[in-house]
Each structure stands twice: as C-alpha cells, then as structure tokens.
C-alpha cells in the first residue's frame, strides 16, 4: 500500500513538474507544451474549407463603407473599395490574414530586434542593423511620408488594417511561427511599413567595396588600382544606349580635391547582402508586337523564401484599379499593371553609399574633427533585448556624414592609429519612396510615370514603363550623389569639408531611354549609361551577360508575344562560357589528362553552353573556371595577405585570361615554382573533376546542373521541414534566368498593354503564409517548370469570371 502511494506521488511530481517544463521558457527554448497542445498549439493551424468560407460578411471597425472583395483560384484577393481609407485598410487586414507572421519578423530583422525572438545568437546582426541607421533611416523617410495627405492616409489606413486583424486573434490563433517562438504579435504602425522599405534598400544598395578598395590602394598604389578595378568595362552594353539623344545642360560636378589615402583596415561591413541579387526588366514597343502594342516583362531577382517575398492583389476604388505585387506590410502595389500602363523595376547598384575615415579628438570619442572644428559627436543609446538574458546597452556615435558602423570591435590596421568609418548613405535622407507608387498604381500616360518618378529617393532603381499610347521606357531613377569622378569608390576623408557630397544630380536629368529607334527598352542591373553620360553614377554594376543576350534577343525579335517575353525570361544560356571556354579548353593539351579527366575534356567540347538543369557541362565549367579565378588572385588579393580586399571583377580577369597570357599576376607567389596560365588552367580542371568526382562518382548523369547547384527555398527563419530543396531548375550567376543556389526570380510577370491588357505572372510560392495552407507553396511547381498563367484583371467586382472562387464583403461595425 505505501509502495502504491509512492508510486503515485513520484508520478504525481513528475507531471507536475513535466508539464511545467513543456509549458515555460526555458533560455531560448520555448514552451513545447504550448506549441504541441491540440487546444492552442501548432495544430489549430492547419487550413480546412471552413477556414475559407466562399461567402461571408465581415464587420470591422474603422471602415467608412462596405468593401467587396473576390479571391481567385491563386487565392489572390480582388479589393473594390469606395474610398482610399477603406481600399488600404482592407489591404492591410488581408495581407495580415495571410502573411502576419512574415511581416512581424522582418521589420525586426530590420530593427535590429531579432534577438528579442530568436535569443543572443543574433546579437550581432541587431548591432549592426542598429548601427547602420536603419531606424534612424526609416524614421526621416516616414516624416516625408507623413507630410503628403495621400501616403499618410495610405499609411495610417494601412497599419489600422494590420491592427483591426491582429486584434481579432487570440493565442490560439496565432501563426505557428509565433508558437514556436513563444511571443505574441504587436501593434503594427507606420514606421513598421517604412522600416521594410529601409530593408529593402539594404538589401538592394547595402553592399559596398570601399574599404576592400582602400586596402588594395594601401598595399598596391594607384596604377595597379587603376589597371585591376577599371571604372569601365570592357565589355558593356548599358541601360541607355551609347549615342541617345541629351536634352538637358548639366550642372557642373564639385572639384576634385587632393588625394586621400585611407588607413588600411582589416575590418569590412559585415552581414552584406548576397553580390547576385539583381533583376531583368524589357519591353518591346508597338513595331515590335504582334499586338499592335507594347509588351513588358519584369522578373526581380531576389533570395528566395517562404512566405515569398511578393504578395500578389488587384486594387480598385474611385479613379484607381490596379494588379501587382506588394511587400507584405507596406500599402501600394511595387510592381504591376492598371487599364493603361505597366511598370517594374530592377536594381540601379549606383554608389549611394560612402565611408568616411573619422578623427576623433581623444579615447572618449565626444568630438571629431571636419573642416578645422571640433564637433561634438551625437550618442545614441541602442537598448538591445535578448530572449533569454538581461538587455544590453549599446551607444551608437553619429557625425554629420552619419553614423560610426564600427568602433570598439574593430581590427585597425595600427594599435596606435585605429581607424573609425562613418556611412553616408542615400537611405538615410528622407524621402516620399510610397508617393511614387501611389502615383503609378495611377498613372494613365507617360508624363504620369516621368512625375511619379521625382519622389523616389532609395533604393535606386530602373523604372521601366510601357503604355497603351504606345511609349516605352526606362529610367535608372534615384536621389543620385552629385559627385566629382570616383569620389567614394575609396574611402573618402570625413576632415575636410571637400569630400562631402555637394548636392543631388537633378531629378531630370536621371538617365532616360524613351521611344528608342531599337524599338525597345532593357536593364538587367548593367551599367546603366556610356561614358559620354555628364555626372559619375558608381565605377562597377553587374557584369555585362544578362544584359547583353536579353539585348541580342530583343533585337531579333518580330511580331513578339507574351510568349517570347516569357521564354526570355527562362533564357539559360551562357555568354561568359560562350566567351571564355574555348579559350581554356585550349589552354590544356588532352595528353595531359587521365581517362577520367579526358572525358570531362570531351563532355566540355560537347556543351553548347546551356545552362539547362540536366546539363553535365554547366557543373564542370563553373567549377573549373571559379577555381582558376581562384588560383590567379588568391595570392594577391586573399585572406592570407592579411588584409581585407576583393578581387579584380569578372571582366577584369577574362581580359588576362584572354590576351595578358604573360602577366605578372599569374604565378602563385605562395610556391617556389613559377606558374603559368595552363599550369593554372589544368591545375583547376583537374581539381573540378576531382571535386565532382568525390560528390558524385565518375562522369555520370548525377553531374547534372541542378543536382550541383541545388536551389533551396527555404523557410524565412530556416525552419527545417517548411521549405523546398534541391529544385529541379537551370539558369545561374550571368544567366537571363539568374537562379542560384538561394536566389533567383522572385516574381515573373509579362503585360501585354492594350484596349484590354492581359497580363500573366507568378512566384515561387503562394499567397498563403500558412505551411498549413495549400496555397503556402502551390505556385512553386508551375514556377520550377517556367508557366506563367494568366492573372484575374476584373473591372467589376460583379464581373464574372470562372476563376473567381470566394466572395467575401466587408463592412464597419
């Protein structure tokens, strides 16, 4: 009998004692009992039919008139509103419905508050977000913001959206990411919408080689600089074709002051974004259409993630009825189409961010020197909270050229001379970025998008424009430097006053190609103008590829179709294989190879340079030719130099490979013997046959492109199990279809402009951000195979349309 009792109490403590282990957070770990429990937990997040009702009627606080809302076979929602207020609103309780979780995350990403949710493991990344202004950033952009009537109504309608949806859950209701990281989701405001535009920029214009530079300078001098990092390409086919017409009297650039040679540093900004992000955009105009009218095509490369990036909806109310993809959290459509016009962007990558080198007057770091003063420097206080631990303090130091990204964690090139960079960036000035979409989800005409165009400030980017009147364009738009040449490609003296940006390159005065005698428009993140353009834009954008063959191809084209705009989106062919293979193939004599490695010599002489995903030759020449890029510089410009630097760009070394056979830069002056380029060249060979080899077994069909390049679309916080890997999908870096191995088209869309546009789209994902919901990843295997189905355009939310699945009306309580 006591024996009982004993048993019965031990049991008795251990549940006790194991339920409140499942149901507390422990550290970083959350509470799994909550997350398990079939009453509150992940469970409950599973989609049935009766979580999406075909027809009801909601009633929501703060609408001034009903709202009816059609959602297609895609789940995509068709909002009719009556008024700007309710058109926003509903816009925000949707995207919240579908993407809450999604939204929260990244506007504490970009924060700097993902240790609050995730624990001390991302300390690191918060500091660096605070201290790259990213708040203080978003902060000056909502002002402007809020100063125009129209994108404050947008904005604040928007956030009581979020917050009329947020405040209709309960815990149970909760996404299942919210579960699993035991937090709960807060208030949604304005400032929130602006934060994730500031990420975008970051994303988008967040990477800088100024510092990598300033080593190279230091250690090698001005002519290697020059020769190695050109600020032109040999290779190059810009944006605006060489010899368009200029219509305006530039103001002139600031002087050139004297030289500046920056301390060397070994620390460089960290967390940058991915070097291949970028995009694709081209239309073709009337004389080149089948239609009679121009036809355009956008496909923004970006990291691939589930929630995707994009969240796809059409919005109508009075003088307004708009299709395209939003971010999820900010109000206005990004990209898309209305009755009359079309528009998409890619990015510009003009140098808007520069690092000025800062004197401080002593250890206490309260004043620094500028133009002979002494000036008092702005401390900010960062409190920083961490799951799991006390909050941190952190005191981020400002200068009028911004503020100090590093300071204590710093490696100085000097025990007795540390070095201390302040970031100017064009993110961090005010600007209206919501009015430019606001105007062109309006826009009826070309001189709509021109005045559109004057708002933006960052991330710079290339507009391009088609309409039913027949123009086509393309402006590489932005709040641009006024600088004098290369004034920041290295770091530039935060002392003296000459080293400021002076002032902006007029807004129109941007670059422009309007109505082009080619009868097209393109950008795929090149250079975006000639050397005969006046004012100095950056020294080096994305390689010339992409660019080049959507060029060739447009050019060639007759009586074009969605169709062949979509298949040039898909287009997998390489020119710098093209370009380069045949050059190192002759480079290695076959008698040099092993039976192994001659027939990977044979399979290469067999490869048409298609970068298709059952392709063998694509997975040996990538490897082959990165390594020798590898084994020409490493030594010169690597880590084991000790210094911080980047190696000469990709145009740079085919130019060596090609015709400098006798450069200095070839032997690797790490070994005793002297190297030439085919020691190199069958060196590397050797090495990527024996890297695939060690994968995959000798040559065989495993050594397809998509099995060694393996694009993952992952869950936005990687958690495992929510994603998708190892995609069958060609393309790659230089490739029309830029997928990686984590990035790639992040949202294909074709409009064909006319009486009646038709346009047709997708992403690689689904409008749901439920892993629970069928349409979390529907759109993925259509988006793998290359389909771009038609998009539901409705003029009336009573129109019929056989794709129309629910109904839904909204109305105030």
Same mark, same amino acid.
Request: charged share 20%; net charge neutral; hydrophobic share 35%.
């Given at each position: 009998?006591?024996?009982?009792?004993?048993?019965?109490?031990?049991?008795?403590?251990?549940?006790?004692?194991?339920?409140?282990?499942?149901?507390?957070?422990?550290?970083?770990?959350?509470?799994?009992?909550?997350?398990?429990?079939?009453?509150?937990?992940?469970?409950?997040?599973?989609?049935?039919?009766?979580?999406?009702?075909?027809?009801?009627?909601?009633?929501?606080?703060?609408?001034?008139?009903?709202?009816?809302?059609?959602?297609?076979?895609?789940?995509?929602?068709?909002?009719?509103?009556?008024?700007?207020?309710?058109?926003?609103?509903?816009?925000?309780?949707?995207?919240?419905?579908?993407?809450?979780?999604?939204?929260?995350?990244?506007?504490?990403?970009?924060?700097?508050?993902?240790?609050?949710?995730?624990?001390?493991?991302?300390?690191?990344?918060? @500091?660096?977000?605070?201290?790259?202004?990213?708040?203080?950033?978003?902060?000056?952009?909502?002002?402007?913001?809020?100063?125009?009537?129209?994108?404050?109504?947008?904005?604040?309608?928007?956030?009581?959206?979020?917050?009329?949806?947020?405040?209709?859950?309960?815990?149970?209701?909760?996404?299942?990411?919210?579960?699993?990281?035991?937090?709960?989701?807060?208030?949604?405001?304005?400032?929130?919408?602006?934060?994730?535009?500031?990420?975008?920029?970051?994303?988008?214009?967040?990477?800088?080689?100024?510092?990598?530079?300033?080593?190279?300078?230091? +250690?090698?001098?001005?002519?290697?600089?020059?020769?190695?990092?050109?600020?032109?390409?040999?290779?190059?086919?810009?944006?605006?074709?060489?010899?368009?017409?200029?219509?305006?009297?530039?103001?002139?650039?600031?002087?050139?002051?004297?030289?500046?040679?920056?301390?060397?540093?070994? +620390?460089?900004?960290?967390?940058?974004?991915?070097? *291949?992000?970028?995009?694709?955009?081209?239309?073709?105009?009337?004389?080149?259409?089948?239609?009679?009218?121009?036809?355009?095509?956008?496909?923004?490369?970006?990291?691939?993630?589930?929630?995707?990036?994009?969240?796809?909806?059409?919005?109508?109310?009075?003088?307004?009825?708009?299709?395209?993809?939003?971010?999820?959290?900010?109000?206005?459509?990004?990209?898309?189409?209305?009755?009359?016009?079309?528009?998409?962007?890619?990015?510009?990558?003009?140098?808007?961010?520069?690092?000025?080198?800062? +004197?401080?007057?002593?250890?206490?770091?309260?004043?620094?020197?500028?133009?002979?003063?002494?000036?008092?420097?702005?401390?900010?206080?960062?409190?920083?909270?961490?799951?799991?631990?006390?909050?941190?303090?952190?005191?981020?130091?400002?200068?009028?050229?911004?503020?100090?990204?590093?300071?204590? *964690?710093?490696?100085?090139?000097?025990?007795?001379?540390?070095?201390?960079?302040?970031?100017?960036?064009?993110?961090?000035?005010?600007?209206? /970025?919501?009015?430019?979409?606001?105007?062109?989800?309006?826009?009826?005409?070309?001189?709509?998008?021109?005045?559109?165009?004057?708002?933006?400030?960052?991330?710079?980017?290339?507009?391009?424009?088609?309409?039913?009147?027949?123009?086509?364009?393309?402006?590489?738009?932005?709040?641009?430097?006024?600088?004098?040449?290369?004034?920041?490609?290295?770091?530039? *003296?935060?002392?003296?006053?000459?080293?400021?940006?002076?002032?902006?390159?007029?807004?129109?005065?941007?670059?422009?190609?309007?109505?082009?005698?080619?009868?097209?428009?393109?950008?795929?993140?090149?250079?975006?103008?000639?050397?005969?353009?006046?004012?100095?834009?950056?020294?080096?954008?994305?390689? $010339?590829?992409?660019?080049?063959?959507?060029? /060739?191809?447009?050019?060639?084209?007759?009586?074009?179709?969605?169709?062949?705009?979509?298949?040039?989106?898909?287009?997998?062919?390489?020119?710098?294989?093209?370009?380069?293979?045949?050059?190192?193939?002759?480079?290695?004599?076959?008698?040099?190879?092993?039976?192994?490695?001659?027939?990977?010599?044979?399979?290469?002489?067999?490869?048409?340079?298609?970068?298709?995903?059952?392709?063998?030759?694509?997975?040996?020449?990538?490897?082959?030719?990165?390594?020798?890029?590898?084994?020409? $510089?490493?030594?010169?410009?690597?880590?084991?130099?000790?210094?911080?630097?980047?190696?000469?760009?990709?145009? @740079?070394?085919?130019?060596?490979?090609?015709?400098?056979?006798?450069?200095? $830069?070839?032997?690797?002056?790490?070994?005793?013997?002297?190297?030439?380029?085919?020691?190199?060249?069958?060196?590397?060979?050797?090495?990527?046959?024996?890297?695939?080899?060690?994968?995959?077994?000798?040559?065989?069909?495993?050594?397809?492109?998509?099995?060694?390049?393996?694009?993952?679309?992952?869950?936005?916080?990687?958690?495992?199990?929510?994603?998708?890997?190892?995609?069958?999908?060609?393309?790659?870096?230089?490739?029309?279809?830029?997928?990686?191995?984590?990035?790639?088209?992040?949202?294909?869309?074709?409009?064909?402009?006319?009486?009646?546009?038709?346009?047709?789209?997708?992403?690689?994902?689904?409008?749901?951000?439920?892993?629970?919901?069928?349409?979390?990843?529907?759109?993925?295997?259509?988006?793998?195979?290359?389909?771009?189905?038609?998009?539901?355009?409705?003029?009336?939310?009573? /129109?019929?349309?056989?794709?129309?699945?629910?109904?839904?009306?909204?109305?105030?309580?």
């Amino acid at each position: 009998m006591v024996f009982r009792w004993i048993k019965f109490a031990v049991a008795f403590v251990l549940t006790v004692a194991l339920t409140w282990v499942l149901h507390t957070s422990h550290g970083t770990v959350p509470p799994f009992g909550k997350f398990l429990s079939p009453y509150v937990g992940f469970w409950r997040d599973g989609e049935t039919a009766a979580d999406f009702p075909k027809r009801q009627e909601l009633a929501l606080p703060a609408l001034q008139q009903p709202v009816q809302v059609r959602f297609d076979d895609q789940r995509v929602a068709h909002v009719f509103a009556q008024n700007d207020h309710d058109l926003y609103y509903t816009q925000g309780y949707l995207t919240a419905r579908d993407r809450l979780w999604q939204m929260d995350f990244m506007t504490h990403v970009a924060a700097g508050r993902l240790s609050e949710i995730v624990g001390p493991e991302r300390l690191e990344m918060d @500091r660096f977000f605070r201290r790259m202004g990213m708040v203080y950033g978003a902060q000056r952009s909502l002002d402007s913001m809020m100063v125009d009537p129209r994108t404050r109504l947008a904005l604040t309608a928007y956030s009581d959206g979020v917050n009329a949806y947020i405040t209709s859950l309960s815990p149970k209701d909760y996404p299942f990411e919210y579960k699993l990281l035991n937090y709960a989701p807060e208030p949604w405001e304005p400032l929130k919408s602006a934060l994730l535009l500031k990420l975008m920029a970051f994303d988008l214009s967040g990477r800088s080689d100024d510092l990598r530079l300033s080593n190279a300078l230091g +250690k090698y001098g001005p002519e290697v600089v020059k020769d190695l990092f050109p600020d032109y390409p040999r290779l190059e086919d810009p944006i605006v074709p060489v010899g368009s017409p200029r219509t305006f009297t530039p103001v002139p650039p600031p002087p050139t002051p004297a030289g500046f040679e920056a301390a060397m540093s070994g +620390k460089v900004p960290q967390n940058e974004p991915a070097p *291949d992000l970028g995009s694709n955009n081209f239309a073709v105009g009337a004389g080149k259409s089948a239609t009679g009218y121009p036809i355009l095509a956008n496909d923004p490369h970006l990291q691939l993630n589930l929630p995707s990036i994009w969240y796809q909806m059409q919005l109508s109310a009075p003088g307004l009825n708009v299709y395209g993809v939003s971010i999820p959290g900010a109000p206005t459509l990004i990209i898309g189409f209305n009755q009359d016009v079309a528009w998409g962007v890619t990015n510009t990558g003009a140098d808007v961010m520069d690092w000025y080198q800062i +004197k401080f007057k002593d250890a206490t770091k309260r004043e620094y020197q500028y133009a002979g003063r002494w000036l008092p420097v702005r401390r900010v206080v960062e409190r920083l909270k961490i799951k799991g631990q006390p909050d941190r303090l952190d005191t981020v130091l400002y200068t009028r050229h911004g503020p100090i990204v590093y300071d204590h *964690d710093e490696k100085p090139f000097s025990p007795q001379t540390p070095v201390h960079h302040a970031l100017r960036w064009t993110a961090h000035d005010g600007a209206n /970025e919501v009015l430019t979409f606001y105007l062109l989800n309006r826009a009826h005409a070309y001189p709509d998008y021109l005045a559109a165009l004057t708002h933006y400030g960052s991330p710079a980017q290339n507009f391009i424009f088609a309409s039913n009147q027949k123009d086509i364009a393309i402006r590489p738009n932005g709040r641009f430097p006024l600088k004098w040449n290369d004034q920041g490609k290295f770091i530039l *003296d935060g002392t003296d006053s000459a080293y400021d940006w002076h002032g902006w390159i007029p807004a129109a005065q941007n670059p422009l190609s309007h109505n082009p005698k080619r009868g097209f428009v393109s950008s795929a993140n090149q250079t975006p103008v000639g050397p005969e353009y006046p004012y100095y834009l950056g020294w080096q954008f994305s390689l $010339w590829d992409r660019g080049h063959r959507i060029n /060739e191809r447009l050019a060639r084209m007759r009586r074009a179709t969605p169709d062949s705009l979509r298949l040039l989106q898909l287009d997998n062919f390489g020119i710098n294989a093209q370009l380069m293979l045949p050059r190192m193939l002759a480079l290695v004599a076959p008698t040099q190879l092993k039976p192994a490695e001659q027939r990977v010599y044979q399979e290469l002489q067999r490869w048409r340079y298609n970068y298709d995903p059952d392709e063998l030759g694509p997975s040996i020449y990538e490897l082959w030719y990165n390594q020798l890029i590898k084994r020409i $510089w490493e030594d010169d410009f690597g880590k084991q130099t000790g210094l911080e630097m980047r190696y000469p760009n990709r145009d @740079r070394t085919n130019t060596l490979i090609l015709h400098q056979p006798n450069s200095p $830069w070839i032997d690797d002056k790490l070994t005793p013997e002297k190297e030439t380029l085919p020691d190199l060249a069958l060196q590397s060979l050797r090495w990527a046959t024996d890297s695939l080899t060690r994968k995959f077994g000798p040559l065989n069909d495993d050594w397809h492109w998509a099995n060694q390049k393996s694009t993952d679309i992952l869950h936005l916080a990687q958690l495992p199990g929510f994603g998708h890997l190892d995609l069958n999908v060609g393309g790659g870096v230089g490739i029309v279809n830029a997928i990686t191995e984590r990035n790639g088209p992040s949202w294909r869309m074709v409009v064909a402009l006319g009486p009646q546009p038709k346009a047709y789209g997708l992403f690689p994902g689904g409008q749901s951000g439920n892993p629970g919901s069928r349409y979390y990843d529907n759109m993925i295997a259509p988006w793998v195979q290359g389909e771009l189905p038609e998009l539901v355009f409705l003029q009336k939310p009573n /129109e019929r349309n056989e794709r129309i699945r629910a109904a839904w009306k909204l109305t105030t309580k």
